[in-house]
């Protein structure tokens, strides 16, 4: 044996060449000191008078992805190296997009709660009211509403389409609505608005026609292909085999598809409605130039003007009184109330898809 | 009974729950389209006296009608070019991160986080992009003129503000954002679990695998989700109308006060008040935007329709 004659110290084989376990926290944690070091020093030195934060956290971070990048390199070579770059600049991307998110609840919770909780924020509607006081029971309804009689105009709509783009459409036609339908999901929300205007306004020869239900006609326009896309694509998901086996069985399609193909997408189809009502509900400008607004309360959709709580959070924020805050709490409070409303519809489509959806794989 | 055997196709037996059904869905497909066209010929049929409208009708001194559409078309695929420019690496970054980086456990509630920020309503961004981001950004826009003024893009004076299309962009990035992850990453995930293990058994690092089979497979989700995500950011209203301080011109300065306006945010701030011909005005921007809308929805879909997604159903 002329083994005996190695020289160097023995290597673990299966970790030679790459960076040890903690390495990239480690660098990660380095950097921040640093970058935190040099803005100590410009801090000390006069040039500004606070400690920068964001500073250190953002130079830092770019810091790292340099370091970490470079560190691999040369330990570990250069396809490791990309690999670490990567998944320091996915990680980083997601903390990004937080950032918003975090500080946009954080305020709307802050700046919303004040009127919020003043008791007749729920039980009384603008009218007669100047300054402090009041509440957006009026907006409140009339999102329902509207919503409400949107929704049933979009779900069968959106759910047949989606139907026969999955399971009868061949050739022209069904190539035409799939087309057109995803031209339709680029349609600004505010030409829907327009358009409800112009038909209307045509239809019943009222150059300054407002009310509810043509808000409610608008947004369905924009939900109708929403609600196409999103079922559309949880039908796809279906696999094929069970349409087979239904017909092998001797179902006919109709009861193939109500009994197979839907429930088995169902968690799917409920989520994708939910989240399309969810887009909906805080639609502002389609519901501003349509329904208008008003301060008073108003049930009837086919009369007169109707509040929206987006529209409501617009004009109190656009027609400050002389209580300018006052105006801006409440503003405030009614985007607490609709983050509120679209969170819980969101969470309420995450369970559904949850207790409901089948069993597959991953 | 041995009578022959009738020769020739066998049809199935045409039950009326299936006629019936059948005819719901291809009437609720015709319907989505005769809803298009009539947006189309609603829009146009009101818009019709704008397009021969004086030019005492329009503020702002402007003599017809193109001359006044022409800044508020550019204002807006500037800024929906701006966001998307922000918007679209970041979203593929999240997208990935949850799809195939963080832990499977945590991926369902991240996927979650970034759908809340899909719901929240653009009135709430237009409130928050005016009360917390302008103000935050105006110190950053001061320094970055300062010292980059320099070149064309950020040239001075600075907006006192923060108000700038810059901040739109942000604020309209920060919107479109979750509707392009929430697609890529439902692309992402449906990436052969094969093809990742054959690539990762091949040796491959994770970045490789992703680049050889997952971006590949989702290149066409990826520009679908642009696309919608552009269609957002063009029809964008609300958050537009709240948070700039517009100047109808054709401006490329991001800082300064002047920022060129978009279609939506100016009928949005105009149309309450308008009457007459103004309100035919109006609808016609209204219709100019619809017209980009489309051909920018057009353009995209032939793009994906070149490269036809796999899908279940086929």
Redesign the interface.
């Known amino acids: 044996m002329s083994t005996t004659t190695m020289a160097a110290p023995m290597t673990n084989s299966l970790t030679a060449g790459k960076l040890p376990k903690h390495s990239g926290l480690a660098v990660l944690l380095g950097s921040w000191l640093v970058t935190a070091a040099v803005f100590f020093v410009v801090q000390l030195s006069g040039a500004s008078e606070s400690f920068n934060i964001a500073g250190t956290l953002f130079f830092g971070t770019v810091l790292y992805c340099v370091a970490i990048y470079l560190l691999s390199y040369f330990v570990e070579g250069v ?2 190296a ?2 670490r770059l ?2 320091a ?6 903390v ?3 950032l ?2 975090i ?2 609840v954080a ?2 919770v802050i ?1 919303g709660l004040p009127a919020f909780l003043t008791p007749t924020f729920f039980t009384a509607s603008q009218r007669n009211v100047v300054g402090a006081g009041g509440g957006a029971l009026h907006a409140v309804m009339g999102t329902l509403l509207i919503t409400g009689v949107a929704t049933l105009i979009s779900v ?3 759910l ?2 989606a ?7 061949r050739g022209r ?2 190539r ?2 799939t ?14 608005g ?2 409800a ?3 209307f ?2 239809l019943f020869n009222d ?2 026609i407002r009310f509810g239900f043509g808000g409610a006609i608008a947004l369905s ?1 924009l939900m ?2 929403v609600v ?1 896309r999103s079922s559309e ?1 949880m ?6 085999e069970l349409r087979e086996a239904a017909y092998a069985l001797g179902v ?4 193939t ?2 009994k197979v193909v839907l429930p088995t997408s169902l968690a799917g189809i409920v989520t994708g409605i939910m ?1 399309s009502i ?2 909906v ?5 389609p519901l ?2 349509i329904s ?2 008003t301060a008073s309360m108003n049930y009837d959709l086919f009369n007169e003007r109707m509040m929206t709580l ?1 529209v409501f ?2 004009t109190q ?2 027609n400050q009184g002389a209580d300018t805050q006052a105006y801006l709490d409440r ?2 409070a009614g ?1 607490l109330t ?2 509120l409303i ?2 819980l ?2 969470a309420l489509a ?1 369970i559904i898809a949850k207790l409901f959806s089948p069993k597959l794989g ?1 | 009974m041995t009578t022959a055997v009738a020769r020739g196709t066998i049809r199935a037996p045409q ?1 009326p ?2 006629r ?3 005819t ?10 005769a ?2 066209a ?2 189309a010929a ?2 146009l ?2 818009s019709l006296p704008a397009f021969v409208a004086k030019p005492e009708d329009f503020t702002g001194g402007y003599t017809n009608f193109w001359s006044y559409v022409w800044p508020l078309a550019f204002g807006t695929l500037w800024s929906a070019f701006l966001a998307l420019l922000i918007a679209v ?2 979203a593929i ?2 997208a ?3 799809s195939h ?2 832990p499977r456990k945590l991926s369902q509630g ?1 996927g ?17 992009g005016i ?3 302008a103000p935050l950004l105006q110190p950053f826009y001061a320094t970055l003129v300062a010292w980059f003024g320099w070149i064309p893009l950020f040239a001075g004076p600075v907006s006192g503000t923060g108000r700038t299309i810059l901040t739109v962009a942000i604020v309209l990035a ?1 919107m479109v ?1 979750p509707i392009i ?1 929430a697609l890529c990453r ?1 692309i992402f ?1 449906q990436t052969p ?1 094969l093809y990742e293990e054959a690539s990762l058994a091949l040796g491959a ?4 695998m ?1 680049a050889m089979a997952v971006l590949p497979f989702g290149r066409s989700g990826i520009i ?1 989700a642009s ?2 995500g ?2 957002r950011a ?5 958050a537009v109308a ?1 948070v700039l301080s517009p100047s109808s011109q054709v401006v490329f300065q991001l800082l300064t006060s002047q920022n060129p306006t978009t279609i ?1 945010a100016n ?2 701030l105009n ?2 008040e308008a ?2 011909t103004g ?1 035919n005005i ?2 016609a921007t ?1 219709l100019v ?2 017209v980009i ?2 051909a ?3 353009v995209a ?1 032939l793009i994906i329709n070149r490269r036809k997604a796999f ?3 086929n």
């Not at chain 1, 600049?89 to 997601?94: H, M």
């Open positions: 396809r490791k990309k690999d990567v998944t600049l996915v990680t980083a991307a997601f990004v997009a937080l918003p998110l500080s946009l305020t709307t700046n069968p709509i959106g047949l389409t139907i026969y783009l999955t399971e009868y459409g036609l069904s035409a609505i087309f057109f339908v995803d031209v339709m999901t680029g349609i600004p929300s505010i030409v829907a327009l358009f205007f112009a038909l306004s045509l150059p300054g326009v109708i292909p196409v694509e039908l796809k998901l279906v696999p094929n006919p399609k109709w009861l598809i109500l989240i969810a887009r509900i805080g639609e502002t400008a501003l130039i208008g607004f987006p959070v617009y924020y656009a503003a405030w985007a609709l983050v679209v969170m519809l969101n995450r991953r | 039950r729950g299936d019936i059904f059948s719901a869905t291809v009437v609720s497909g015709g319907l989505i389209l809803v298009l009539s947006v609603f829009l049929v009101q690496p970041l970054g999240i990935l991160f949850i980086y963080a991240l979650y986080i970034v759908d809340l920020l899909a719901a929240v309503p653009s009135v709430v961004f237009g409130l928050w009360g917390v981001l920060v954002l992850t439902e995930l679990v690092t994770r970045w490789e992703i679908s696309m919608l552009l269609g063009l029809g964008e209203t609300m709240m939506a009928i949005a149309f309450p009457h007459g309100v109006l609808l209204g935007l619809f809308t489309l920018v929805n057009m879909r899908s279940g159903a």
